[in-house]
Structures are given as structure tokens and as C-alpha cells.
């Protein structure tokens, strides 16, 4: 693997919903003008962390997706200004084979953790993501609806639940209008039922934290 990563921050909002919640009107969320149409993705994560959970505990964690457009290796860490995420393309994996993780992200965790990693956990979810574009057809932000199936593989438990997730795009408020964009998407997402998210990852979630 000799492609270089990509970084970026994501500053998002995760919402807990039952299985039937209607979606909101996001259209009426300050800067968006139109709600782009329907994108269904097929994604499949398994994550890794290290036998005793240096990862989890230095707030990083590390995945292997497929489907959708970000497909690839995953470095996510938990920073003040949001999640810091850097992305690697996918490899070739043998089936039935344990996962290898590439050098290059054996060499960015270095400074967190030294392998061997092992899978923690496998993360299937049913997405369909939504654009949010401003009256220019920028991406203010970009709504997912997930249907989640986690399996904790170390004790084999599986869950199931559906979870949304608003990420702010490359035309998203100023920064001292965030506050204000979230809060309105909170009053639009209490006024159908839903509410944030008790958990802070998919991953912690699978994992019962």
C-alpha cells in the first residue's frame, strides 16, 4: 500500500431513533435549501484494538469498511475540534484469513499502540445518506439514516438498532453558527421522536460502553 491518506475533521451530531421514526424536514434547517435525493450504501466494518484496548483507551479507533464512498482503512481519533479521521484505500484480503493491517497504519500507531491487533468487533449497516445543499448546491451537511447489525466478537453478543448521523459538509455554517445549526437540527429531530445519542461510536455501542 503506497497511496498516500486522506485526512479530515468530522464535526456531526448522532441521534438514538425507533425502528419507524419519520424522517425530519431537514430542508428547514437554517443555510439548506434542498434535500438531495436518496443514496443507499452497503457497509461492512470490522474494527481492531489490541488485546487489552490501548486503541479505545488513547480514544482512537481503527476499521476496515467496505461499501460506500469511503470505503478503506480507517484511523479515527477523538479530538476537541471533532473526530480527526485519516483514510487509506482497501487492500486484498484472503477469505477466512485473519485481517493484516497494512505498514503504513502499523507505522501512524506507532505512538498509541503496538500491534498485534486482533478484530474487536463487526459492524454491518444498512445506510441511506441524504445531501443537504444550500440555494448554490453546496453541502451544507450530510444526513444518514443507519440500520445497524453489531457483533462483539469477543463475547459473540449481537445488536441491532438504527441510529442518524448529521456530518457538516464543505458548506456548512461558521463556525460560530455551529452551535446554532445543531440546535435546530435537535428541535427537529425531538419533534419526530428521536433523541441524542446515548452512545458516542457505533463501536462503543456493539461493545455494550
Not at 109 to 117: E, G, I, K, R
Not at 150 to 159: C, F, I, L, M, Q
Amino acid at each position: 500500500m503506497t497511496t498516500e491518506p486522506r485526512s479530515s475533521i468530522e464535526i456531526e451530531r448522532k441521534y438514538d431513533v425507533d425502528a419507524e421514526t419519520p424522517l425530519p424536514d431537514w430542508s428547514a434547517l437554517p443555510g439548506v435549501a434542498v434535500v438531495g435525493a436518496a443514496e443507499p450504501r452497503a457497509l461492512d466494518a470490522s474494527y481492531l484494538d489490541t488485546v487489552d484496548g490501548r486503541l479505545a483507551a488513547a480514544g482512537t479507533a481503527l476499521r476496515r469498511r467496505t461499501g460506500g464512498p469511503d470505503a478503506g482503512w480507517h484511523i479515527k481519533r477523538t479530538t476537541p475540534e471533532g473526530k480527526h479521521e485519516t483514510q487509506w484505500p482497501l487492500d486484498e484480503v484472503v477469505p477466512g484469513q485473519p485481517l493484516h493491517v497494512p505498514e503504513p497504519i502499523l507505522r501512524e500507531l506507532t505512538a498509541v499502540a503496538s500491534p498485534p491487533y486482533e478484530v474487536i468487533a463487526r459492524i454491518r449497516n444498512a445506510r441511506t445518506a441524504f445531501a443537504l445543499l444550500d440555494a448554490s448546491g453546496g453541502v451544507v451537511a450530510e444526513f444518514v439514516d443507519d440500520r445497524v447489525t453489531a457483533t462483539d466478537v469477543g463475547s459473540g453478543r449481537e445488536s441491532s438498532w438504527r441510529e442518524w448521523e448529521l456530518e457538516l459538509g464543505p458548506a456548512a455554517p461558521s463556525p460560530s453558527r455551529i452551535d446554532d445549526f445543531f440546535r435546530a437540527a435537535d428541535e427537529l429531530v425531538r419533534a419526530v421522536g428521536g433523541v441524542p445519542a446515548a452512545s458516542g461510536s457505533k463501536l462503543a455501542r456493539a461493545l455494550g460502553r
